[in-house]
């Protein structure tokens, strides 16, 4: 008789939050020939919005979704996007589960990479076909996907990384391509302005990312960051560094006064726009706050859905709309190194057991947990 295991469907929750949280006996998958098994110890608490397997629902930020992920993975393709619950504050709609874990056993004819063996601690990169995180033991068809995380490196953070972090990184190592070509290029400016809009968790990423990126650059001196914050995180994210400008975006105010706010804090207008709102408003918004010649960028499936409305605004403005896709697996080795050695400081998180899932999703939807919800599978400490 094979053994069970547990795995747990959390789906998109009703208006009286029951029944969104599904547990089911299955047998422990067999490991594939050239793949491993793992054991998850950690994934990042999520729904899926519906049983195809589209995006998923977290407590991070405000991104509408991450597109498809370039790299060496074969079988990338995008991800569609779907509105939050009602009654959840800024939800960001992610491709797949975040997952941290165990290498538990291996394929016959795998051809391990990375020095990965059975007992690594792993991350799984987040590509097309990933499987469902939330079950005791999954499995991969190859090592392509599997990064090594350091012993210093708690899973529980580790499991971050994967989606918001990830898709942060990217979108700042696109800024400063952009950066370079604003004050290096043949109209090279002076001074640059970075606005970082969203909220919670992802702008705390992108901030802190961009404050390290930046710092290694030739002219990090004549670059100035400020935030647009959606909500009410203002406060936290101006306790990361007096030098950086935070505005508060509030649906209150009329668009000009927000618009005219946003560049007075700024010292003037802005020259790159780390984008990672949901909506058009915010979209249209950040290109009225742009100086010529400047640039937004977004998130791909965001930049393929707005752009079409906003393409000859733009070139009447003599502004560029980036699009930005989540990020390689080069740039989650390297974030996950930067990560364990301190360099970069994620935001905080809090560790739930996956028991307690039902829970977890409905202070999600009600807006009761700071930070990012990870659930715990097993306990390996």
């Not at 968790?201 to 004549?222: E, K, M, S, V």
Request: with cysteine; glycine share 8%.
């Amino acid at each position: 008789m094979s053994k069970l295991c547990r795995q747990v469907s959390i789906e998109s929750p009703g208006p009286t939050l029951k029944e969104c949280v599904f547990s089911f006996d299955v047998p422990v998958p067999d490991v594939p020939m050239y793949g491993a098994r793992i054991r998850v110890v950690y994934a990042g608490a999520c729904y899926r919005v519906n049983r195809t397997r589209s995006a998923s629902v977290c407590s991070t930020s405000s991104v509408s979704s991450v597109g498809s992920l370039p790299g060496e993975m074969d079988n990338i393709g995008s991800y569609t996007s779907t509105p939050a619950h009602v009654g959840l504050r800024d939800g960001a709609l992610f491709p797949g589960y975040e997952v941290a874990g165990i290498v538990d056993a291996i394929g016959k004819s795998a051809e391990c990479t990375d020095g990965i063996t059975i007992g690594s601690r792993i991350v799984l990169y987040p590509y097309e076909g990933v499987p469902h995180g939330y079950a005791d033991y999954i499995v991969v068809p190859d090592f392509k996907c599997l990064v090594p995380v350091p012993d210093e490196l708690p899973l529980s953070i580790a499991a971050m990384l994967p989606t918001g972090a990830l898709l942060a990184t990217n979108t700042v190592s696109t800024a400063c391509e952009c950066l370079k070509s604003i004050l290096d290029g043949p109209n090279k400016k002076d001074n640059a302005t970075v606005l970082i809009v969203g909220t919670g968790g992802l702008a705390l990423w992108a901030l802190r990312i961009a404050t390290n990126y930046f710092r290694q650059l030739p002219y990090h001196d004549r670059i100035r960051i400020s935030v647009a914050t959606l909500k009410d995180e203002g406060i936290s994210l101006a306790k990361e560094n007096k030098e950086i400008k935070v505005v508060q975006w509030s649906e209150d105010l009329y668009e000009r006064q927000l618009i005219e706010r946003t560049i007075d804090a700024c010292g003037g207008p802005v020259d790159v726009v780390l984008n990672f709102g949901t909506t058009s408003r915010s979209l249209h918004r950040s290109l009225q706050c742009l100086a010529p010649g400047g640039m937004v960028l977004v998130t791909e499936d965001v930049g393929e859905k707005l752009i079409p409305k906003f393409l000859k605004k733009a070139e009447e403005m003599n502004v560029n709309i980036v699009i930005v896709p989540n990020g390689t697996i080069e740039q989650l080795k390297e974030l996950v190194q930067l990560v364990a050695k301190g360099v970069i400081e994620p935001p905080p998180h809090s560790v739930y057991p996956a028991e307690e899932a039902q829970e977890v999703v409905r202070k999600l939807c009600n807006s009761e947990i700071k930070g990012r919800a990870i659930l715990k599978f097993h306990n390996v400490d």
